[in-house]
């Protein structure tokens, strides 16, 4: 971005501002703040709120009479599958439920992709000269790891206040058989926020790919995360998908990992039945059957789907008042200043602050001399290169709501420091 409002200022004017930014930095360093906001954990009062799953399940029995202690069963309890078949936009039916991390999930299917074959593929992908895989940028920096680990390459995306730029998607993936897949959050994405709207994702579903065997990595991880009293409804990407002749295309993933427990919740999968017999084929050499006393305990807690909203608005109303309060801090002391803009979230769990091009990473490393830790500049984008140096991913959900404003203070302090030292050196006044 530009700065309209500091291009109006005199060399004097701004040098003043550079000098305040300069005390208030050196106030900050002093105050020597430990405080962290780089990954977005629920706090300890949101863990609170599940506390009663540690005392569960009662009994051992699922609905069908499965004793949940033993083996088997690797689709997961229907009766838990039934709960998130609405939240995630897949037939009970065509959802697996698993153990915990859809992180772990969506690793295993490309692990699966690459040594066995997908449905409609002509080879496992380990046998292509290349893969490629396109990166709506902003992302989460977890899914591009995940492919540099295996040596698929990442190409970014930009995206657009409804979804990834389509016209580019559209464009690479009708001239590249080598591009297999893209990473999607399609709503309250992280870290924008930004929620697909209805054409990206009939486009996505509809849109005529070279490689047979191209994937939609929907991870829906925020599907149930609202901060608002609207919640965002998103396009229902299997169904169009089998609508326009593309039944394999769409891979869902979910969790509960910001519903319950973080590192105890339950992993979600969903496809067409073709690719749900795939991964259950695949999983099965793998383990005997997930955690289902997990499942149980999972049930028994959240009851139903209305039980499971009546959950995330206790969620909602510890998150909002943070929320919140960033947005406040934020504009008041960075509005009308041209010197950032900031993602207002409806739901999820970030907000992107965008600074001047060129200042990120020089923020993110202000903000750690004044004991403010930040997610690294870059790992929003593929790499960890962000070509504008721009974007910095903020967590606000962790921190206690006065550490928060503290950390969100301080960055601001750091923005307004490092922008007016750049509009200076460009001035050629340094
Ligand atoms: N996907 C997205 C978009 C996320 O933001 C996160 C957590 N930060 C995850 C997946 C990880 O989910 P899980 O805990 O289920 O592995």
Known sequence: MTSPALSALSIDELTALRDAARRDHEALVRRGLSLDLTRGK?????????????????GHAAADGTDCRNYGGLQGLPELREIFSGPLQVPAAQLVAADNSSLSLMHDTVVHALLGTVPGATRRWADEPRIAFLCPVPGYDRHFAL???????????????DGPDMDVVERLVAEDAQIKGIWCVPKYSNPSGVSYGDETVRRLAAMPTLAPDFRVFWDNAYAVHHLTDTPVEIADILTLCAENGSPDRALVFGSTSKITFAGSGVSFFGASPANVAWLIGHTGKRTIGPDKINHLRHVQFLRDEAGLAEHMRRHRELLRPKFDAVEAIL???????GLAT?????????????????????????????????????????????PRDSTIRIAPTYPEQEEL???IAGLTVCVRLVATEKLLRDAGRV
């Not at 629920?42 to 009662?58: F, K, M, N």
Request: charged letters at 20%; one cysteine or more; proline letters at 8%.
């Open 331 to 337: 504009s008041k002391e960075l509005g009308g200043t």
């Open 147 to 161: 492919c540099e680990r295996f040596g698929i390459e990442l190409i970014p995306v930009p995206m657009d206040a």
């Open 342 to 386: 900031w993602s207002t979230p409806a739901g999820g769990y970030f907000v992107s602050l965008d600074v001047l091009d060129g200042c990120a990473r020089d923020v993110v490393m202000r903000a750690g001399e004044a004991g403010i830790a930040l997610t690294p500049a870059g790992a929003t984008h593929p790499y960890g290169t962000d």
């Open 42 to 58: 629920p706090s300890a009062r949101q863990l609170d709120l599940s506390e009663e799953l540690l005392g569960l399940p009662r």
């Open 405 to 407: 404003e503290a950390a």
